[in-house]
């Protein structure tokens, strides 16, 4: 197995509470965190001097529509609605399997280079069987750690979830023991009818998949309860419209949120209810979403997340907005027993942020001013993928070439496409 010691770090963990662990060394085994403190030996370990620098558990986004990526930057002002057109009715039926391919293995590129480890995929992109393949393969081959969220195709059609999923399941997640896990992502019955949004949760049930599901006023909630269908397995997204009884729902079954707070001001959703979620207890993470409208790292979404939280609620913290960056993401997605952490035993995903920043208040560096050029070093199952601010896992000019030519062909010319 193979030994990589860090040391003299400025650890940032998170279990049981946000801590800084000053000037200490962490010992990796294989996948695996096997030893942190000061002063570890380990003979014949890659040795990387972390001294004055900030290490901490790999970001989590728990919500990425991540076949987007050839569309970043194209409403960065707009509504919700002008989304759903321009991308889901207009141009998502338009992608052909190697578009989806080469967005998804960008986009997982472009969340390992800003410190994302962990992606949920939620991929509204299934519009053959080829589609989904080519969606798998894409994560697959950047080395993310990821969920892939299996969903409808397009341009919408509400009806039962695609009996494909059970294809899915038993060809590309046979076993959990890989980097990538799968989901069921459902339109919910805010988009379609309710008896087919709990059918499509039996279904998840039956397929051992977790459920992530858009929803955005407290009807949702209150048909699935109704339903017996709210549980700790469903992560809701968005939330923006709940009452303060349908988030008590939620905390009681043990039900997720998952937060995109540059999205949802921009494209009009409603303030991001962070605070009264974290009040509650609901486990509440963070997601970019789409980088159509949003940039593609957690830094800014984290920035975010303080100012609207304590806007509602000055006690919430920056320790409250990296968990949610970190563990409480771990938990919407059914994998805080491996990751979100630097827990002995869990899962060697880390990042190591460069030596511009200051440390003195490492938590709060982390929150307010990082950001992704601060990223040095990027670990997933304890293997580099990440050195000297550089990619070392992928051939990043061969995939910025694939995706510009899927772009101008979804798009036709560079500058034809306007606001």
Known sequence: MTLV????????????????LRETDLLIDGDSIREVGR???APGATVIDAAGRIVLPGLI??????WQTALRGMLRVGTLGDYLARFLQDLGPRYTPEDVHIGNLAGAVDALDAGITTLLDWSHIQNSPEHTDAAVAGLRESGIRGVFAHSFGLPLKPGPHSPDARRVRETHFASSDGLLDMALGIAGPQFGDPDIAADDIRLARELGCRVTVHIHSSAGVETLDELGMLGPDLTFVHANGLDAAAMRRLADTGAAVSVSPQVEAQLGMGAPLIAPLLALGVPTSLSVDTVTSAAGDLFTQMRLALSFARLADPAVSAADILR??????ARALGLDDRIGSLRVGSRADLVMLGDRLPVHDPVGTVVAEAERGDVDTVLVDGRVVKRGGQLTAVDTA????RLAASAERLLGRPGDETE
């Open 5 to 20: 010691l860090i040391r003299n770090a400025h650890l940032i963990d998170t279990v049981p509470t946000v801590r800084v």
């Open 39 to 41: 002063g570890l030996s």
């Open 61 to 66: 986004d728990t919500h990425r529509h991540t």
């Open 324 to 329: 949610m960056a970190t563990v409480d993401g």
């Open 398 to 401: 061969g995939i910025a070439e």
